[in-house]
């Protein structure tokens, strides 16, 4: 079984970062893409950044240069370092993998429970 933890949440003010991290529990036989998700209240869960495993990255357009998502091949994890970050940012984000468990699998989308993020103006 395949479990992601996320952690580094927390309550900063508005301009202040952020370093959320994803824990894999084992590695997957086959990763096609890493990333990280969030949802706001009231609002749809909506992509934040991806990484496939050619390392080609994908941020959506409220990123705007504020974010990075990068991997640590050795420990099994992922990262999204969140800087000048703004109030509408507040939300739970989620770590996402997709990949194969073993190589009889079929491709499969792993979700971490998720973490709080509270940016105050």
């Known amino acids: 079984q395949v479990q992601l933890v996320e952690s580094g949440g927390g309550s900063v003010e508005a301009g202040g970062s952020l370093r959320l991290s994803c824990a894999v529990s084992?590695?997957?036989?086959?990763?096609?893409?890493m990333g990280w998700y969030r949802q706001a209240p009231g609002k749809q869960r909506e992509l934040v950044a991806n990484m496939t495993w050619l390392e080609d990255t994908q941020y959506a357009d409220f990123v705007n240069g504020r974010f990075t998502i990068s991997r640590d091949r050795a420990n099994n994890a992922h990262y999204l370092q969140m800087t000048d970050l703004k109030p509408e940012d507040t939300a739970i984000y989620y770590c996402?993998?997709?990949?194969?468990?073993?190589?009889?699998?079929?491709?499969?989308?792993?979700w971490g429970p998720g973490i709080q993020v509270t940016v105050s103006s």
């Open positions: 084992r590695r997957l036989y086959k990763l096609f893409v």
């Open positions: 996402q993998l997709e990949g194969l468990q073993t190589v009889l699998s079929s491709r499969t989308e792993y």
